[in-house]
């Protein structure tokens, strides 16, 4: 069994879709927090210089998205076909276009621009939530294909990121991704990995 460790700042945002994979599968993992004081002598040691990372065997990889699609084929959460396959990544591309316009409005720093990318979000949020919403109510309660996928797994894992980002529960008005929320904390490796975790706000 290759030894893995997940290498990030001390929360949970972008590597918690990879620690809830781990803790699906019941794989265990080192769970690296690194102070943020410390990230200027980390970052030149990372691939590409930005975490999250895994690290199987001593072997670094970056990339969060390409990390949870390739443990979600080693654990059985990647479609059964190539067209799901396809759907799965496009929902979760999907997932990151929603934290990408968050993400710009979150961390904008001139309050001029703030307000404008503020207008987007009230606008793009809502819909790519409505959106989101109906495709679960049409696959049986979950992103794709009737069953649960990394998709559903990252959507999950991300929403504490996003609702820090967006200052209120993204979800509130959506009843089959509150579901699909309820659903996968119950996963037990999930719900443990939950309950024992480092606290943190994001």
């Not at 979000?121 to 109510?137: A, D, T």
């Not at 200052?167 to 579901?179: R, S, T």
């Amino acid at each position: 069994m290759p030894t893995y460790k997940v290498i990030y700042f001390p929360v949970k945002a972008l590597a918690e879709p990879i620690r809830f994979l781990f803790s699906y599968a019941g794989v265990e993992f080192i769970d690296d927090r690194f102070d943020r004081e410390k990230w200027p002598t980390i970052k030149p040691t990372m691939p590409f210089g930005q975490v999250p990372v895994l690290e199987v065997d001593g072997k670094k990889i970056n990339q969060s998205t390409a990390i949870c699609r390739y443990l979600a084929k080693q654990y059985g959460l990647a479609g059964k076909n190539d067209w799901e396959a396809l759907e799965i990544d496009a929902a979760v591309d999907t997932i990151h276009d929603v934290r990408a316009k968050l993400g710009a409005y979150h961390y904008e720093s001139n309050a001029e621009a703030k307000a404008q990318k503020l207008k987007v979000i009230e606008e793009v949020v809502p819909f790519y939530i409505g959106r989101l919403n109906e495709q679960v109510k049409s696959n049986g309660g979950y992103l794709v294909g009737n069953a649960l996928s990394w998709a559903d797994i990252v959507f999950v894992a991300l929403l504490d990121y996003l609702n820090f980002m967006a200052k209120y529960d993204i979800i509130e008005n959506a009843e089959h991704l509150k579901a699909l929320k309820d659903k996968v904390l119950s996963e037990p490796g999930i719900k443990a990995w939950v309950e024992k975790r480092p606290q943190s706000e994001c």
